[in-house]
């Protein structure tokens, strides 16, 4: 007798557990992303970014970076063995405190240590004396602090225990709070980047919790189907035609009605709206399913073991590449750096990648031994 649950593509419980690969492509490929687009960006190397390596870096560095990240990062709440109300909010009160302490490493202290050499008429003062310059760069927010502010959520989400279309719910409402919702600024510097936090109100509010949070819902909602996914190949072969396709659609769209998607724009791409996040996770779904086919062709030993690692790892890699780029930028306010040829600040970035990942693995591999003796 033919029995249809058989051949359904979705299971009523879950069945596709465990690490799920792709999601390990797609964040080592993010943050060598961001590497590379943070040392072009950042360290002054005479590099025109609108050259071919130029903008290379630039679409990388966009929506396969910090989107896909956040995307990713809602499915992991779905996977995560620790996804308790308690568990999610101590981890997000973690990772504000993280952000903020990564301010403080990668920019109040090379500026406050540097300061008797630092050139305080460099453009990147933007005629803000050093000590605003001390207190804007302490209080900044980035995606680690949008991290935090995630973690908060969901936990808030396991709290109510919302249902995923309630969640649903609750992401357009916060859509819609974004759209609605034109924030002031004030006179004071540091309730300026408060009010960042949840809005972009300059350019130190990179990623503002109610343009970026529809992200993490998108892969939170995403994450819920691929875990009952019986079928990985076909559920991915459909998302990677379906997915291009809107991808294609919602792309011309822009052009034809010249709606802006941030590409070249950091005021754009960092204050998202609705359409943008449907763009961007029209990209998203079918670069998922590419990582995923492409993932049959990686041969076993040293490159799954570094995506692995990379992914693992994301949070402190993240860190120290910050606070090498951060103190060479403070150098740089002091005496002049060279300038470089695209293949020395290639090499440069994957020098700073190289050092962030033997950092963090070094520093894992000494924890780890004194935990296990902990636990002994």
Do not use: D, H
């Given at each position: 007798m033919f029995d249809a649950t058989e051949t359904a593509l979705f299971s009523d419980l879950p069945t596709n557990t465990g690490r799920q690969i792709e999601m390990d492509i797609a964040k080592s490929l993010a943050i060598l992303a961001m590497v590379f687009v943070h040392v072009l960006l950042?360290?002054?190397?005479?590099v025109d970014t609108e050259s071919a390596y130029g903008l290379i870096v630039g679409f990388f560095g966009g929506v396969p970076?910090?989107?896909?990240?956040?995307?990713c990062m809602g499915v992991g709440m779905v996977y995560s063995r620790h996804s308790q109300f308690a568990s999610l909010f101590r981890r997000g009160l973690r990772l504000l405190f993280l952000a903020y302490l990564l301010n403080f490493l990668r920019g109040t202290l090379p500026l406050t240590v540097l300061s008797p050499w630092i050139d305080a008429d460099a453009p990147f003062?933007?005629?803000?004396?050093?000590?605003?310059?001390?207190?804007?760069?302490?209080f900044a927010v980035d995606i680690l602090h949008f991290a935090g502010l995630t973690f908060l959520f969901f936990a808030i989400v396991r709290y109510f225990k919302l249902n995923k279309a309630s969640l649903f719910v609750v992401g357009l409402a916060l859509a819609l709070v974004e759209l609605l919702i034109v924030p002031h600024t004030t006179k004071s510097?540091?309730?300026?980047?408060?009010?960042?936090?949840f809005f972009r109100v300059d350019r130190n509010s990179a990623f503002p919790f109610f343009s970026w949070i529809p992200f993490p819902i998108a892969g939170y909602l995403f994450g819920g189907l691929l875990r009952k996914c019986r079928n990985?190949?076909?559920?991915?072969?459909?998302l990677l035609?379906?997915?291009?396709?809107l991808f294609i659609l919602f792309t011309v769209t822009a052009l034809k009605y010249q709606v802006p998607l941030g590409m070249r724009d950091d005021d754009v791409y960092y204050a998202q709206d609705f359409y943008r996040v449907l763009w961007g996770v029209s990209f998203i779904l079918p670069w998922l399913s590419l990582l995923y086919f492409l993932s049959f062709c990686i041969p076993e030993g040293f490159l799954p073991d570094t995506i692995k690692r990379w992914s693992r790892n994301v949070n402190g890699i993240y860190m120290v590449h910050w606070v090498i780029i951060g103190w060479l930028v403070a150098v740089g306010f002091c005496v002049p750096l060279p300038k470089f040829s695209t293949i020395a600040i290639a090499a440069v970035s994957l020098g700073i990648l190289l050092a962030s990942d033997f950092l963090v693995s070094t520093y894992a591999h000494w924890k780890q031994p004194a935990t296990d003796a902990t636990k002994g």
């Open positions: 950042f360290i002054p190397n005479g970076a910090a989107p896909v990240f956040m995307f003062f933007q005629g803000e004396s050093l000590r605003m310059k001390w207190l804007s760069m302490l510097t540091v309730m300026n980047e408060f009010i960042g936090l990985k190949n076909s559920f991915y072969a459909f035609a379906a997915g291009s396709l």
